[in-house]
T-cell receptor, first 109, second 114 residues
């Protein structure tokens, strides 16, 4: 089976840096994705890591360590609009994802 | 229209009703998915269709019945639902094997079962 753990809630101030961790246990592993979901909205894709290391896309970066079954999403220069829920998801089969419970990020002025 | 669309956006139904949710993708993808999102729970994968064949049925009760008539359309037929089935039902599509394996989600159908 699959399991994912990520913190339920994180609070940070505008301009700060925040890291959201994700640990996983899975019977198969192709890669780790991150999605953002604003209240009332659909999840939108942020990043995908298939190999170990850091991937940077603008203010957001994602890291993967397959040997540790661990990844994180790093958000820099936080803005109010970054307040949302962030989900890590494991691609455990060719076209099947398992999602974590989500981390609610609160950005305060 | 572009992306992934879902209708209706909101649905209220009684436990004895039969209704259908519709999803349409205009992205040329080969895989389509149904997810259930309940409050404070992870997105639960319900069904996966790849090239119009069902490749995953994640222990979903038979009161949920998917249908994929072609690679652009996906339906979820609902009958004799329970109040605990009230949730946001999200449809997604992807092109398996793409570099990022990105899933594109529709806006969802907010379902309330009375």
């Amino acid at each position: 089976g699959q399991s994912l753990e990520q913190p339920s809630e994180v609070t940070a101030v505008e301009g700060a840096i925040v890291q959201i961790n994700c640990t996983y246990q899975t019977s198969g592993f192709y890669g780790l994705s991150w999605y953002q979901q604003h209240d009332g909205g659909a999840p939108t894709f942020l990043s995908y890591n298939a190999l170990d290391g850091l991937e940077e896309t603008g203010r957001f970066s994602s890291f993967l360590s397959r040997s540790d079954s661990y990844g994180y999403l790093l958000l820099q220069e936080l803005q109010m609009k970054d307040s949302a829920s962030y989900f890590c998801a494991v691609l455990y089969n060719f076209n099947k994802f398992y999602f974590g419970s989500g981390t609610k990020l609160n950005v305060k002025p | 229209e572009t992306g992934v669309t879902q209708t209706p956006r909101h649905l209220v139904m009684g436990m004895t009703n039969k209704k259908s949710l519709k999803c349409e993708q205009h992205l040329g993808h080969n895989a389509m998915y149904w997810y259930k999102q309940s409050a404070k729970k992870p997105l639960e994968l319900m069904f996966v269709y790849s090239l119009e064949e069902r490749v995953e049925n994640n222990s979903v009760p038979s009161r949920f019945s998917p249908e994929c008539p072609n690679s652009s359309h996906l339906f979820l037929h609902l009958h004799t639902l329970q109040p605990e089935d009230s949730a946001l039902y999200l449809c997604a599509s992807s092109q398996p094997g793409d570099t990022n394996n990105e899933q594109f989600f529709g806006p969802g159908t907010r379902l309330t079962v009375l």
